[in-house]
């Protein structure tokens, strides 16, 4: 998981709530991504960041926003727009070619 | 377009049998290949990437792959499989002219059973 941190690990969502998980890392990467993994589905794409104050749509940012405010901070906040946000969410960033992922968080729905 | 097939949702082996887990690839460009791996509730970790060169590609915890042009494949295997080698794997591409985007299959269970 190197030195990207996810908090919480497990987060609960009360219906029409928005709630927003974290993602730093101190590897001075430029880049920074967020992942949606659902059973059997492997991972897909939400927002990604390549740089302080720019971020573009995945393929799957229906419900969910985001902030590049700092380099080493890219959150995600889930909408209430989202009516299925049920899943493990990952956060990535980019050193050279490869992606490093951070440990998760399982969002669950009260 | 670039998208990843793991033909097989689930591998089991004996411990101390090899271990091959199958990928397909198709990109516009060049491929740029990876393999994680993930254990129960953690994130993914690196195991191996073929960028270019040697099309056999030796990475973490015994683990290699080979690139194969022709056939469009990168098999992860490894030689000898442990109890702890049991984990979920993904493959993952990405080509030169999308500097951005990994696209993932969408995982072989791995068994290893002692």
């Known amino acids: 998981d190197g030195g990207i941190t996810q908090s919480p690990k497990y987060l609960f969502r009360k219906e029409g709530q928005n709630v927003t998980l974290s993602c730093e890392q101190n590897?001075?990467?430029?880049?920074m991504y967020w992942y949606r993994q659902d059973p059997g589905q492997g991972l897909r794409l939400i927002y990604y960041s390549q740089i302080v104050n720019d971020f573009q749509k995945g393929d799957i940012a229906e419900g969910y926003s985001v902030s590049r405010e700092k380099k080493e901070s890219f959150p995600l906040t889930v909408t209430s727009a989202q009516k299925n946000p049920t899943a493990f969410y990952l956060c990535a960033s980019t050193g050279g070619e490869t992606q490093y992922f951070g440990p998760g968080t399982r969002l669950l729905v009260l | 377009a670039q998208s990843v097939a793991q033909p097989e949702d689930q591998v089991n082996v004996a411990e101390g049998n090899p271990l091959t887990v199958k990928c397909t690839y198709s990109?516009?460009?060049?491929?740029?290949l990876f393999w994680y791996v993930q254990y129960p509730n953690r994130g993914l970790q690196f195991l191996l990437k073929y960028i270019t060169g040697d099309n056999l590609v030796k990475g973490s915890y015994g683990f290699e792959a080979e690139f194969n042009k022709s056939q469009t494949s990168f098999h992860l295997k490894k030689p000898s499989a442990l109890v702890s080698d049991s984990a979920l794997y993904f493959c993952a591409v990405r080509d030169t002219f999308n500097d951005y985007k990994l696209s993932f299959g969408a995982g072989t269970t791995v068994t290893v059973r002692a």
């Open positions: 590897l001075n990467h430029d880049a």
């Open positions: 990109v516009s460009g060049n491929p740029y």
